[in-house]
């Protein structure tokens, strides 16, 4: 054990990670950078300590460490190398340290994930291996272990590139040569070619899919099903799925190589054509149009949200070019109107937040869940999903039912815009507040995400306007555009 130790006068050892037969990984911190910033220190050891070995071990190092180097400058979803030496006889590599769980505490035997889920959770990963098979390089051990989820932006992190287990794996044979005494990968997620040492770019992707199929079927590889005629893997029996997912991922775990995707990137363009995303929340905007339009854009295990407030914004480059007008209520100064507005009461009260910090929570896909009992979808919680627009978190406290936001609730998005009121299987229904973090407010009646019934709307100029709404558009009233984030 190295706890305590300080490494190249610089790197102390803080505490012990985890380890096996290939070497022990630790938490360190630099003494050499101010407020001792934390990093991760993995010990390979050979063997044995001949000189041949050291020298093959040297070489096998140097590789892995220029791989690593080079993939971590690539991409933020693969750790970046800090450092690697040789001291003492033994070999160390220093990589930036990921805070967050491995997939390990998601994929749990007996939970079985929906399809739309999965999909979500292969091209998260077929994402970052698509940098790594792009430089024609082998990851070797995809499984979820070497997948983190990184707390701070729920994205994941590709770790352990399974080479470097080959230096503990060296030996000698009996005419001295020096040889590779193991298998690099693990059980599973393995495919044939692979245990033969003959490992390729589908390789990955059979791992991949074996996740895939884990995450449906709530089951270890282990226990999967094999047809002992084929070798191929019988699984869907077990769960129902759509004809596309099931062909693409009878594709992936293909027993042979040359009938798999050949990429990560090849079977990623696949994925996308089964997908629904996008399936994450973006600020909104309201206008009044021709004709109305309702987009999903959240699609999560079941929970469904649609703010179809007249339009939605899904991206800067989808935006619509709005043409300033005199009756613009966006960023105005108007006197305020003299009209009768209609007295609208909340029904959902407006309480302050509960903080995250240190609450402990459960996770499917890319959603956290607090508060809710695990594989509980119905009940009082609250529900996180990272938006990656606005690096931040979209959050949900309230009632669930079903896995659908029902009853009273607040939605508040990682830009500031935030709703506060009634949900109905998934939409804004009944009173609510919608709160703009430009200070602009709508309070009123919504139907299925529409303002519809009487409401008020107050500019953050004090401009209000009132009145019986449909659809999104005030009835009887002028051609008004209302934005929660200034686009003039």
């Not at 690697?84 to 340290?97: A, I």
């Not at 590779?180 to 990955?204: F, R």
């Not at 619509?320 to 009461?345: C, E, F, G, M, R």
Request: glycine fraction near 10%; include cysteine.
């Amino acid at each position: 054990m190295l706890t305590g130790k300080v490494l190249r006068n610089r790197y102390r050892i803080l505490q012990f990670l985890g380890g096996g037969a290939f070497g022990e990984t630790y938490l360190a911190e630099d003494l050499d950078l101010p407020n001792h910033p934390k990093f991760v220190v993995k010990q390979l050891k050979p063997k044995i300590s001949q000189a041949e070995v050291l020298q093959v071990a040297r070489r096998l190092f140097e590789n892995e460490a220029r791989y690593l180097y080079q993939l971590g400058n690539l991409s933020p979803q693969i750790p970046k190398l800090l450092a690697h030496f040789e001291e003492n006889g033994e070999f160390y590599l220093v990589q930036e340290f990921v805070d967050g769980d491995d997939l390990s505490a998601e994929i749990i035997p007996g939970k079985k994930w929906s399809e739309q889920a999965v999909i979500l959770l292969l091209q998260e990963i077929l994402e970052v291996l698509v940098i790594v098979h792009q430089q024609n390089i082998i990851h070797r051990d995809i499984k979820p272990k070497n997948l983190m989820r990184r707390k701070e932006d729920g994205k994941i992190v590709l770790i352990d590139f399974g080479a470097v287990k080959e230096v503990k794996g060296l030996g000698v044979d009996t005419q001295g040569q020096v040889t590779s005494t193991i298998v690099i990968g693990s059980n599973g997620y393995m495919p044939n070619e692979q245990a033969n040492s003959k490992p390729k770019l589908a390789s990955d992707i059979y791992a991949v899919g074996i996740i895939g199929i884990q995450a449906l079927l709530g089951k270890l590889p282990q226990e999967f099903q094999e047809d002992p005629k084929t070798g191929e893997i019988i699984w869907q029996t077990e769960v129902n799925v759509s004809k596309k997912l099931a062909n693409i991922l009878n594709k992936m775990v293909n027993y042979h190589f040359s009938q798999r995707y050949q990429s990560a990137d090849e079977a990623l363009q696949a994925l996308k054509s089964v997908s629904s995303k996008p399936l994450s929340f973006l600020p909104f905007t309201v206008q009044k149009l021709g004709s109305t339009k309702k987009i999903l854009i959240y699609s999560c295990l079941g929970v469904i949200v649609f703010i179809s407030l007249g339009s939605i914004l899904i991206n800067s480059a989808n935006r619509p070019k709005a043409v300033p007008s005199n009756n613009t209520l966006n960023n105005v100064d108007i006197n305020i109107s003299t009209q009768t507005l209609p007295d609208v009461k909340l029904v959902c009260p407006e309480t302050t937040l509960p903080s995250l910090d240190n609450k402990k929570y459960w996770v499917v896909g890319r959603t956290r869940y607090y508060d809710l009992p695990e594989n509980k979808f119905t009940g009082k919680g609250i529900l996180t999903l990272p938006n990656n627009q606005y690096k931040g978190w979209d959050r949900y406290d309230g009632e669930i039912k079903n896995n659908k936001f029902n009853g009273c609730g607040t939605y508040t998005f990682a830009n500031g815009n935030s709703y506060v009121g009634q949900f109905e299987n998934g939409f804004y229904q009944g009173k609510g507040k919608l709160v703009c973090k430009n200070g602009q407010e709508f309070i009123g009646n919504f139907r299925k995400g529409f303002f519809d019934g009487e409401g008020i709307f107050i500019s953050n100029k004090g401009l209000r306007k009132g009145g019986v709404w449909e659809d999104g558009k005030l009835k009887g009233g002028e051609n008004i555009t209302v934005s929660c984030d200034a686009i003039y």
